[in-house]
């Protein structure tokens, strides 16, 4: 059996090694606020409340989530 078209499963499977991932860049992440990302902040939204990250982008430690109309301060329009 080829090793690189065997699964744990026991079954063959088609190898994509060859082929490439979709640049992450381009992929709709639906969590976070564009306008606010523009700005350079983290713009994660926290789905549950709709609260959203104004800290800056990559930033160290946890989220800090504030209300919509606080992230819209800083949202680029």
């Known amino acids: 059996m080829n090793s690189k078209n065997y699964s744990p499963s026991g079954s063959?499977?088609?190898?994509h090694r060859g082929e490439s991932s979709p640049d992450a860049s381009s992929t709709h992440v639906p969590h976070v606020r564009e306008d606010v990302a523009m700005a350079g902040?983290?713009?994660n939204v926290h789905l549950p409340t709709g609260r959203t990250c104004t800290l800056p982008v990559r930033h160290p430690g946890a989220c800090n989530f504030v209300e919509p109309a606080e992230a819209e301060n800083?949202?680029?329009h």
Do not use: I, T
Request: charge should be positive; aromatic fraction near 0%.
């Open 41 to 43: 902040r983290c713009a």
């Open 74 to 76: 800083v949202a680029v």
């Open 12 to 15: 063959s499977q088609p190898s």
